[in-house]
């Protein structure tokens, strides 16, 4: 019986498997998070902009939790979903979370007929299911259902970093310096843009990132923010009560506290509902301030760990996991949704 490889995302891309090669010794420290730089091509053949290396992240390592949290950490993580469960999803969006490529790359495959479904040619708007067999460039694509506890982590975001995987200035991604998913693929709650700093949550669960991420669910995200220049007590009533009228739209700050400073500069505690892009600074531009750090370090219910120090992520243990699903009004592996 033929039996078709199933490729890696490197070889899809390139059309041919990939080459072994030596490992190479890493000699660089942990100090900018930084190394060499390499020039990479389009697919044109014109240069790009040359890619940052980045350096791996350190993992936060903290105490064990007491033995009964562990215990039902241990029966959490063996859990699984009945594959027969799920209901149909777009084949795009299923080859997305199985780690092939990202949605629109998906599409764009679809689209000119390299992705097949039980042997028939795919197109735009299709669904599959568990028993589905699909091919990408005709190479057998196992794929990743979310039948299991969704892995959650917290990453400290410094400045100089991008939360995307594909970026034409070569400049250092998050993803670039997280660990890879083995069984899935790394979704951030959120962006911060490349100035910004702070705690940015990264998910396995899709379903998860929409409980955050989306409008309608208002998730309060909290900024320290500091400023060259000062607030008034009536600005700050204003931006609380009234809200300001930026180019897209009304912003209002939720809440807004002095954090005390030196000098010119002044630190402030904001809480926003939304996510609108540089919109916190944005806000005190308007008030005539120009913001000269921006960290986040709360997002919804969870908040920039203490001990968690720039460049560093901490991965949720299951019962930690549990309780954020239980937040989002999620059901575990195993249970029913309450109504």
């Known amino acids: 019986m033929n039996t078709k490889k199933i490729s890696s995302k490197r070889e899809l891309r390139d059309g041919a ?21 390499t ?30 949290i562990m215990e039902r950490a241990r029966d959490l993580k063996e859990k ?10 777009r084949l795009q969006k299923a080859l997305a979370a199985s780690g092939v490529g ?29 028993e589905d067999q699909v091919t990408v460039k005709g190479n057998v694509i196992k794929l990743k259902w979310p039948d299991r506890l969704p892995r959650i982590i917290l990453y ?48 396995t669960s899709g379903e998860l990132v929409n409980r955050f991420a989306h409008p309608s669910f208002e998730v309060e995200r909290e900024y320290a923010v500091r400023v060259l220049g000062e607030l008034s007590t009536e600005q700050m009533k204003m931006l609380t009560e009234e809200g300001v ?25 904001v809480v926003i509902k939304e996510g609108r892009n540089r919109e916190v600074r944005r ?16 997002f919804g219910p969870i908040g920039l760990p203490n001990r968690l120090k720039r460049g560093q992520f901490y991965e949720l243990n299951p019962a930690e996991v549990a309780n954020i699903m239980k937040w989002a009004d999620m059901s575990l592996p195993g249970e029913r949704r309450r109504r």
Request: charged share 30%; hydrophobic share 35%; aromatic share 6%.
């Open 102 to 130: 990202s949605r629109r790359e998906m599409e764009d495959w679809i689209t000119q007929g390299a992705v097949t479904v039980n042997g028939k040619t795919a197109r735009l708007g299709d669904k599959v299911s568990p």
């Open 283 to 298: 806000i005190f531009e308007s008030q005539g301030l120009t913001v000269s750090r921006l960290v986040r370090v709360g």
């Open 156 to 203: 400290y975001k410094q400045e100089g970093e991008i939360v995307s995987r594909d970026d034409p200035q070569g400049r250092v991604s998050i993803f670039d310096r997280l660990p890879q998913a083995a069984s899935s693929r790394w979704v951030a709650i959120g962006r911060l843009d490349i100035n910004t700093s702070g705690l940015l949550i990264l998910t």
């Open 17 to 37: 498997p990939a080459k072994k090669t030596a490992a190479r010794k890493n000699t660089g420290k942990f100090s900018d998070g930084l190394k060499n730089k």
């Open 245 to 269: 009228m930026l180019e897209d739209g009304l912003a209002k700050v939720e809440r807004i506290y002095e954090q005390g400073g030196e000098g010119a500069n002044k630190w402030y505690n």
């Open 80 to 89: 699984r979903v009945d594959l027969d469960s799920f209901e149909p999803v």
């Open 39 to 68: 020039v990479v091509k389009e697919a044109s053949g014109k240069p790009a902009a040359p890619k940052t290396q980045a350096s791996r992240a350190k993992k936060l390592v903290v105490r064990n939790p007491n033995q009964k």
